[in-house]
Nanobody
Framework: VQLVESGGGSVETGGSLRLSCLVS????????MAWFRQSPGQEREGVAS????????YYSDSVRGRFTISQDTNKNTMYLQMNSLKPEDTAMYFC????????????????????WGQGTQVTVS
């Protein structure tokens, strides 16, 4: 399984970007996919997750209402639409696949993802 991110770049405050994550290879059944980000000197932060059936999506407090996670199974691609960008959104963004569901079976955990992309840089000034 390989994940390749694209769509990062530099944008002004208030602008928008759409990140893409192309997944090649077959992932196991009922698992999660997610977007994470990391800034220099900061811990990696889970930003948004989606169950592979697309029914449940979860967002961190810092992006809820501004970011939207989605997927196109026909294109094997996951997206992160980022609107109303702020300087604090500046980070390297990574997509991840084959993450575990929560114990309730509804949402996704932030830990335990098997596959990761190389990242795409987002800079907001």
């Amino acid at each position: 399984v390989q994940l390749v991110e694209s769509g990062g770049g530099s944008v002004e405050t208030g602008g928008s970007l759409r990140l893409s994550c192309l997944v090649s290879g077959v992932t196991r059944g009922r698992r999660c996919m997610a977007w994470f980000r990391q800034s220099p000197g900061q811990e990696r932060e889970g930003v948004a997750s989606i169950t592979t059936d697309g029914r449940n999506r979860y967002y961190s407090d810092s992006v809820r209402g501004r970011f939207t996670i989605s997927q196109d199974t026909n294109k094997n691609t996951m997206y992160l639409q980022m609107n109303s960008l702020k300087p604090e959104d500046t980070a390297m963004y990574f997509c991840a696949a084959e993450g575990p569901y929560t114990s309730t079976g509804i949402g996704c955990e932030w830990d335990g993802y098997t596959y990761w992309g190389q990242g795409t840089q987002v800079t907001v000034s």
